[in-house]
């Protein structure tokens, strides 16, 4: 069987961001846990903020439908968000948003992962049960109940990038297995 293709997308575009740095990191472990892994950067597809008079007029954006596109084209996302004010940041939310004005295609038909990097000791809960409740009950994705929560992650990485704590490792691992074994579970005919 083909390798598990999964999508990696920061909710941060931030040049320093810990999320950014995260999604490197779960990109290498993906790989050697055998899976197909692409990371994007939500940069390479700029949209407007969602307004309904500019979609009446100009319809969903390019940059939405490519977004679209790459996420029919994995088994499995995993989203690697901020928290802002304990719920999702604008630039992921409002990617979302739009991609929903297409149809729920690209949320029901694949499993999602969910990972949050924050320098403060809350570690960035409250944007996962964020995605919970606009992924899985607004628009139908299924999203395995292990995720990963990265407090103190200014702290967390070595100078390559890789997390340092086994329990973080551990906790990582079950993460991306879970979501690898999913992916291939839903993928037989
Ligand atoms: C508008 C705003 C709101 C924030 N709210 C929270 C929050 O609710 N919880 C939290 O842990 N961190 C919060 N932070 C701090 C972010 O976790 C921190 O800036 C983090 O580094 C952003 O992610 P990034 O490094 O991937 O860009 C907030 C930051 C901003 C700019």
Redesign the pocket.
């Known amino acids: 069987m083909a390798p598990v293709k999964v999508l990696i997308v920061?909710?941060?575009?931030?040049s320093?961001?810990?999320?950014?740095?995260?999604a490197g990191h779960i990109a290498r472990q993906l790989a050697l846990l055998g899976a197909d892994a692409t990371r994007i950067s939500l940069a390479d597809y700029p949209m407007p903020i969602y307004d309904g008079d500019y979609e009446a007029a100009n319809g969903i954006p390019d940059p939405t439908r490519k977004l679209i596109a790459q996420f029919k084209a994995h088994d499995a996302v995993i989203i690697?968000?901020?928290?802002?004010?304990?719920?999702i940041?604008p630039l992921l939310k409002n990617a979302i948003d739009w991609m929903s004005r297409d149809g729920v295609a690209p949320f029901r038909g694949r499993v999602y992962g969910l990972a949050?990097?924050?320098?403060?000791?809350?570690?960035?809960l409250?944007?996962m049960i964020a995605l919970r409740h606009c992924l899985e009950f607004a628009l139908g994705a299924l999203i395995i109940p292990e995720q990963f929560m990265l407090?103190f992650?200014?702290k967390a990485f070595d100078a390559d990038g890789a997390l340092t704590d086994e329990q973080h490792i551990k906790s990582l691992n079950a993460m991306l297995t879970g979501l690898i074994e999913r992916a291939t579970l839903l993928r037989r005919p």
Not at 10 to 14: L, T
Not at 80 to 87: K, T
Not at 116 to 124: D, F, H, I, Q, T
């Open positions: 920061p909710g941060s575009n931030r320093a961001s810990l999320n950014v740095k995260l690697v968000s901020p928290e802002y004010n304990g719920s940041p949050a990097a924050s320098p403060s000791y809350r570690g960035g409250r944007v407090p992650a200014d």
